[in-house]
C-alpha cells in the first residue's frame, strides 16, 4: 500500500532509539491477546458453478477479446505458463483492486479512537472501508461497473484473533452486520462477493492492525509472531474458506522489507529468509488447508539502509532468477510485484531523513520504466524457465488530486505497459472516503454518495479506461511444457505427495523429489540443485505410488557400463528419475518410478562434472547458477546418476544416463 509519506527509515542512533521505543509502546497498545480460531468455523454458502454458454472451438481460441466476465468463470485457478486459467482451461486475467481496511488502518500514535491518528482520517474499525456508508449491493453494483472481476482483500493476523464486535457505526449502512466480529464481517464481505461473481484473494497484510509499510512491527510476516503461528493462521484461513470456490488464492504477506536492524533474504535459511517462509506456508496452505487456492508469492520489497553511500536495494522479484519456488502443486504458483511513482528501483519512497538521491520510477523515462518493470518483475513471466510463473502487480495506483506532471506521466506509462503486456494488475486502493483519500478508485460521502474515476472530471478515468478495455488473451490457453526446481540448500525439498506418502526413503540425507506430474531431468555438479519438467509426455508415472530407491549398482545392466569407473546409481528397467538424496557433498541415492509407457532403454551420457552440459535451447534456464549443470533433452528422461568418491574429487553428481523417451 501507498506508505505515509514522511520519514520512514530512520538513521541517526538517537533516531532509532525514539523509533524502537515507539514500536513496542504502539505493540503493547494494540495487539490483543490472540484466541484460536475455531478449526471448523461456518463457512460461506458454496457458490453454484454457472456455466459458460458453449461457442465454437475457434472462437475460444482467440487472443484479442475482453476477459470472462465475472459471473462466467469457473473455479478453480490454476497456471498455464504466464497465464492464469479457470477450470475449463480458460484465460482468467486478474483485473482487480484491493478493498483495504481489514488490515488495520492506526497509524501507529494517539489514540485508537480518533480517526486523526488513522490513514487519511479513515478509521476502518479492522473491517472494509466503506461499510460504514453504502450498503454491500450498492458498493459491489459500483465494483461490476469499473470492470473488475476479483478482489484483492487484506487482512490482519490480529482482525482473525479479534473477539470484541465493532461498533454499530463502523456498519451504519449495513445494520446486519452489527455484533459481529471483525473476522465475521470479513465473512459476510467474502459471501458477498463471491456470491457476485467476484473471485477473492486472501491478502495477509499485516501482524497487528497498524497501517503499513514503513517501520511499523509488521516489517516481516514473523515481525510480531512466530513463523509458525503466521501459518497455523493461513491453514485455518485456507480452510475456512476452502467450501467457497470463488476464494481463489492466498497472496501470503505485503511488502515484505527491513526492520530497524536486519534486512530479510531470499535463501539464507534463517529466521529472515523469506523464500523458504513463503515456500513453508505454502505448502501447509496446499496440504492442510485447500489444495485449490492459488499461492502469491510476492518479492522483497526493500533491503538495506537508504543512505547514499550505503547498501540499499529494492529486489522485488530479481532473486527468483536463481531460486524460485516449487510447490506441491505445480500449477499453482504467482509471483507478485508493487510499483507507485513516489519509489524507485532502489528508492524507498521516503522524504526527509532517509530520502536517498536515487531516482523514483516517476523520474524515469518511458523506456527506462519499462526495461526497469522487465527487470525486476517481468522477466518471471518469460516461457520455459524453471521460475516461469505469472506475475500479478497487486498494488499500483495514484491520487485523484496528483499535480504533478512527473506522477501523471508514470501513471498513463505503467497503465499503458499493463495494457500492452496483458498483465494481471490490483488496483490500491477501491474504496475511501470522499474528501479523506483521493486514491480510492471510488469515494463515498457520509451520505453515501459515490465520487471518482466513474465520474467524467476524474484525470486518471483516460488511462484506466484504456487499461480495463485494452485486447487481451481469452479463450482456451494451451498447456505448456512446466520446469521446475529442485533445491536441497537447508534441507529436503521433497514436493512429490506420492513420495511422502511412502515415507522417509533415505533417513538422514538431504532429499529431493519433483512435483507429482514431473520428471527430473537435470542435475547440478555441486550445490544440490534439480531441474524438473513434463516436457513431451506430461505425467510419466504409472499409476500408485510404487517407486524404487536406488542406492548402489544392481541395476546397471551387464555390459552397461555407461560411466566406466565411477559409481553408477541407475533405475530399474521401465523406470525414471524423479528425485535424488545426497549425504553432504556425495551421492547418497537415486529415487525412481515405473513409467506409464515402455521406454528408450539405450541412451548417452551426458558428464557436467568439468563444465555445463546443456540442451543448446536453454530450455528451463539456470536452475543452478554457479554450478555446472548436466541436463537430459526435452525428447529424453534420465535414468542415472554417476558420481565419484575419488580422493580429491567432488563427489557430486558427475554425469546422467539420458535414455530416449520412446522405444
Known amino acids: 500500500m501507498p506508505t505515509i509519506r514522511l520519514v520512514q527509515y530512520l538513521t541517526a542512533p538517537a533516531a532509532v532509539l525514539a523509533l524502537l521505543t515507539t514500536s513496542a509502546t504502539a505493540a503493547t497498545t494494540v495487539t490483543a491477546t490472540p484466541e484460536p480460531v475455531a478449526s471448523e468455523p461456518a463457512t460461506p454458502e458454496p457458490v453454484a458453478s454457472e456455466p459458460v454458454a458453449s461457442e465454437p472451438a475457434a472462437s475460444k481460441a482467440v487472443a484479442e477479446t475482453s476477459s470472462p466476465a465475472a459471473d462466467t468463470w469457473q473455479p478453480p485457478l490454476s497456471t498455464r505458463g504466464r497465464y492464469i486459467v479457470d477450470a475449463q482451461g480458460y484465460r482468467f486475467r486478474l483485473k482487480s483492486a484491493n478493498w483495504d481496511g481489514a488490515q488495520g488502518s492506526w497509524t501507529g500514535s494517539g489514540s485508537t479512537a480518533d480517526p486523526a491518528n488513522h490513514h487519511a482520517g479513515q478509521n476502518s474499525y479492522g473491517i472494509p472501508l466503506g461499510l460504514d456508508r453504502a450498503p454491500l449491493p450498492e458498493l459491489l453494483a459500483d465494483f461490476h461497473e469499473l470492470g473488475i472481476n476479483s478482489i484483492r482483500l487484506p487482512f490482519s493476523n490480529e482482525m482473525i484473533h479479534s473477539t470484541a464486535a465493532v461498533p454499530d457505526a463502523a456498519v451504519a449502512a449495513n445494520p446486519r452486520l452489527r455484533d459481529k466480529t471483525p473476522l465475521q464481517v470479513y465473512d459476510a464481505v467474502v459471501t458477498a462477493l463471491t456470491q457476485d461473481g467476484f473471485a477473492v484473494i486472501l491478502n495477509n497484510h499485516t501482524n497487528t492492525s497498524?497501517?503499513?509499510?514503513?517501520?511499523?512491527?509488521?516489517?516481516?510476516?514473523?515481525?510480531?509472531?512466530?513463523?509458525?503461528?503466521?501459518?497455523?493462521?493461513?491453514?485455518?484461513?485456507?480452510?475456512?474458506?476452502?467450501?467457497?470456490?470463488?476464494?481463489?488464492?492466498?497472496?501470503?504477506?505485503?511488502?515484505?522489507?527491513?526492520?530497524?536492524?536486519?534486512?530479510?533474504?531470499?535463501?539464507?535459511?534463517?529466521?529472515?529468509?523469506?523464500?523458504?517462509?513463503?515456500?513453508?506456508?505454502?505448502?501447509?496452505?496446499?496440504?492442510?488447508?485447500?489444495?485449490?487456492?492459488?499461492?502469491?508469492?510476492?518479492?522483497?520489497?526493500?533491503?538495506?539502509?537508504?543512505?547514499?553511500?550505503?547498501?540499499?536495494?529494492?529486489?522485488?522479484?530479481?532473486?527468483?532468477?536463481?531460486?524460485?519456488?516449487?510447490?506441491?502443486?505445480?500449477?499453482?504458483?504467482?509471483?507478485?510485484?508493487?510499483?507507485?511513482?513516489?519509489?524507485?528501483?532502489?528508492?524507498?519512497?521516503?522524504?526527509?531523513?532517509?530520502?536517498?538521491?536515487?531516482?523514483?520510477?516517476?523520474?524515469?523515462?518511458?523506456?527506462?520504466?519499462?526495461?526497469?518493470?522487465?527487470?525486476?518483475?517481468?522477466?518471471?513471466?518469460?516461457?520455459?524457465?524453471?521460475?516461469?510463473?505469472?506475475?500479478?502487480?497487486?498494488?499500483?495506483?495514484?491520487?485523484?488530486?496528483?499535480?504533478?506532471?512527473?506522477?501523471?506521466?508514470?501513471?498513463?506509462?505503467?497503465?499503458?505497459?499493463?495494457?500492452?503486456?496483458?498483465?494481471?494488475?490490483?488496483?490500491?486502493?477501491?474504496?475511501?472516503?470522499?474528501?479523506?483519500?483521493?486514491?480510492?478508485?471510488?469515494?463515498?460521502?457520509?451520505?453515501?454518495?459515490?465520487?471518482?474515476?466513474?465520474?467524467?472530471?476524474?484525470?486518471?478515468?483516460?488511462?484506466?479506461?484504456?487499461?480495463?478495455?485494452?485486447?487481451?488473451?481469452?479463450?482456451?490457453?494451451?498447456?505448456?511444457?512446466?520446469?521446475?526446481?529442485?533445491?536441497?540448500?537447508?534441507?529436503?525439498?521433497?514436493?512429490?505427495?506420492?513420495?511422502?506418502?511412502?515415507?522417509?526413503?533415505?533417513?538422514?540425507?538431504?532429499?529431493?523429489?519433483?512435483?507429482?506430474?514431473?520428471?527430473?531431468?537435470?542435475?547440478?555438479?555441486?550445490?544440490?540443485?534439480?531441474?524438473?519438467?513434463?516436457?513431451?509426455?506430461?505425467?510419466?508415472?504409472?499409476?500408485?505410488?510404487?517407486?524404487?530407491?536406488?542406492?548402489?549398482?544392481?541395476?546397471?545392466?551387464?555390459?552397461?557400463?555407461?560411466?566406466?569407473?565411477?559409481?553408477?546409481?541407475?533405475?530399474?528397467?521401465?523406470?525414471?528419475?524423479?528425485?535424488?538424496?545426497?549425504?553432504?557433498?556425495?551421492?547418497?541415492?537415486?529415487?525412481?518410478?515405473?513409467?506409464?509407457?515402455?521406454?528408450g532403454s539405450t541412451g548417452r551420457t551426458v558428464w557436467f562434472d568439468r563444465s555445463d552440459s546443456r540442451p543448446t535451447d536453454g530450455s528451463g534456464g539456470d536452475f543452478a547458477q554457479g554450478h555446472y549443470k548436466g541436463q537430459c533433452t526435452a525428447d529424453e528422461y534420465a535414468a542415472g546418476i554417476a558420481f565419484t568418491t575419488r580422493l580429491g574429487s567432488t563427489p557430486g553428481p558427475a554425469a546422467l544416463l539420458c535414455n530416449p523417451l520412446r522405444p
Not at 467457497?244 to 535463501?267: F, I, K, Q, S, T
Not at 532502489?346 to 523506456?367: C, K
Not at 463515498?444 to 480495463?468: C, E, K, Q, T, V
Open 210 to 599: 497498524r497501517w503499513c509499510c514503513g517501520i511499523d512491527g509488521n516489517e516481516r510476516w514473523n515481525s510480531s509472531q512466530s513463523t509458525q503461528q503466521w501459518a497455523d493462521d493461513w491453514v485455518s484461513m485456507a480452510r475456512r474458506y476452502a467450501a467457497n470456490p470463488r476464494v481463489v488464492g492466498a497472496d501470503l504477506y505485503n511488502e515484505v522489507r527491513r526492520d530497524v536492524l536486519d534486512d530479510p533474504n531470499w535463501g539464507m535459511g534463517d529466521g529472515h529468509d523469506w523464500y523458504a517462509a513463503a515456500q513453508l506456508a505454502a505448502d501447509r496452505i496446499l496440504t492442510e488447508g485447500n489444495p485449490d487456492l492459488l499461492i502469491v508469492v510476492e518479492g522483497i520489497n526493500w533491503t538495506g539502509v537508504p543512505v547514499d553511500g550505503l547498501p540499499h536495494d529494492r529486489p522485488i522479484l530479481t532473486p527468483v532468477r536463481t531460486l524460485s519456488h516449487t510447490l506441491v502443486a505445480a500449477h499453482k504458483l504467482v509471483y507478485s510485484a508493487h510499483f507507485y511513482g513516489y519509489t524507485g528501483p532502489r528508492h524507498s519512497g521516503a522524504t526527509g531523513v532517509g530520502e536517498t538521491h536515487d531516482p523514483r520510477y516517476q523520474d524515469l523515462s518511458r523506456d527506462q520504466l519499462y526495461q526497469v518493470l522487465a527487470d525486476q518483475a517481468f522477466f518471471v513471466t518469460s516461457e520455459g524457465q524453471h521460475y516461469t510463473a505469472p506475475v500479478w502487480i497487486s498494488e499500483f495506483g495514484i491520487g485523484a488530486g496528483e499535480p504533478g506532471t512527473a506522477a501523471r506521466g508514470w501513471f498513463t506509462d505503467i497503465t499503458d505497459y499493463f495494457a500492452d503486456r496483458d498483465a494481471d494488475f490490483a488496483y490500491w486502493p477501491l474504496v475511501g472516503w470522499e474528501g479523506h483519500d483521493d486514491w480510492a478508485l471510488l469515494r463515498y460521502d457520509s451520505a453515501g454518495r459515490r465520487y471518482g474515476i466513474l465520474d467524467g472530471g476524474d484525470w486518471r478515468g483516460a488511462a484506466w479506461n484504456r487499461l480495463m478495455t485494452a485486447p487481451s488473451r481469452a479463450g482456451a490457453i494451451t498447456p505448456t511444457p512446466v520446469w521446475r526446481m529442485l533445491t536441497t540448500d537447508h534441507g529436503d525439498y521433497v514436493q512429490s505427495l506420492r513420495v511422502r506418502a511412502g515415507g522417509d526413503w533415505d533417513p538422514g540425507a538431504y532429499k529431493a523429489a519433483c512435483p507429482d506430474g514431473l520428471r527430473l531431468i537435470g542435475l547440478s555438479h555441486t550445490g544440490g540443485r534439480g531441474l524438473c519438467t513434463d516436457t513431451n509426455v506430461g505425467d510419466l508415472r504409472a499409476a500408485g505410488n510404487a517407486q524404487t530407491v536406488v542406492s548402489d549398482e544392481r541395476y546397471v545392466p551387464a555390459g552397461g557400463d555407461w560411466a566406466g569407473g565411477y559409481t553408477k546409481l541407475q533405475c530399474p528397467a521401465g523406470q525414471f528419475l524423479i528425485g535424488y538424496s545426497r549425504r553432504g557433498d556425495r551421492v547418497s541415492a537415486a529415487l525412481c518410478a515405473p513409467a506409464t509407457t515402455r521406454l
